[in-house]
């Protein structure tokens, strides 16, 4: 499957706990942008990382959000002490090169907070 | 920032009527229009996507439509078939670095193709 891999699918949370999602980009593919989609409503921008790097985080909340994408591994958006309104569907996406504006995104994250 | 308005909310067709979702944007910067189509449990897939510079753009029974006096675009599927039921998306987004990724989306159409 050479597409663009999310894990896990699901993921339940209480309140205080931390949330680790991981994303593995297309092959090829060295560009990783995070958004999050809350129920009924459309997709919103979280992050745009490279490797080791973050071009624009200018779509996360300020505390207990953070990217990273390592030199080897995939991305990771974590999430510390969580709480309900975090509750969301977690979606990464991945494009082969800073100007390819044509986004492949994986299947998601369903992450629920108790 | 941008806003993206997307209507309907929900729409019902006929196999083998034309479906039309309708978007307007308002950042007149915006350049870019791609539209997703997602199906239940899966991400979002890219159906079709236009630039500011062409007015439509047609692939097969998908057709984009895009007017930037108006800031409006829209996608008209023709013949639909029970499988294009999903929830589609429109987006926009102006060039930022080089690049068009940070996409504003609408909150989406759930379109349902009767047989």
């Known amino acids: 499957n050479a597409g663009v891999m999310q894990n896990p699918r699901h993921l339940v949370r209480r309140r205080g706990q931390e949330a680790r999602l991981r994303c593995s980009p297309m092959?090829?593919?060295?560009?990783v942008y995070w958004y999050r989609q809350l129920p009924e409503e459309g997709l919103k921008f979280m992050v745009y990382?490279?490797?080791?790097?973050?071009?624009?985080e200018s779509g996360m909340p300020k505390e207990r959000f953070s990217a990273e994408f390592p030199k080897e591994g995939p991305s990771i958006l974590r999430i510390q002490q969580v709480v309900r309104g975090d509750s969301a569907a977690y979606f990464c996406?991945?494009?082969?090169?800073?100007?390819?504006?044509?986004?492949?995104f994986g299947s998601g994250t369903q992450l629920s907070v108790l | 920032g941008e806003n993206v308005e997307q209507h309907p909310s929900t729409l019902s067709v006929q196999e083998g009527d034309s479906a039309v979702i309708k978007c307007t944007y308002s950042?007149?910067?915006?350049?870019?229009f791609p539209w997703y189509k997602q199906e239940l449990g899966k991400g979002p897939q890219l159906i079709i996507d236009?630039?500011?510079?062409?007015g439509e753009k047609k692939d097969q029974r998908i057709a984009v439509t895009l007017n930037k006096t108006a800031k409006h675009f829209s996608l008209h599927i023709t013949e639909t078939q029970p499988e294009d039921s999903a929830v589609y998306f429109c987006?926009?987004?102006?060039?930022?670095?080089?690049?068009?990724?940070?996409?504003?989306f609408g909150k989406g159409t759930l379109l349902t193709v009767n047989p």
């Open positions: 996406a991945s494009s082969a090169r800073q100007t390819n504006e044509k986004l492949f």
């Open positions: 092959k090829g593919h060295s560009h």
């Open positions: 990382l490279q490797k080791e790097n973050i071009i624009d």
């Open positions: 950042d007149s910067a915006s350049n870019y």
């Open positions: 236009i630039r500011s510079n062409v």
């Open positions: 987006a926009a987004s102006k060039n930022s670095g080089g690049s068009n990724y940070k996409l504003t």
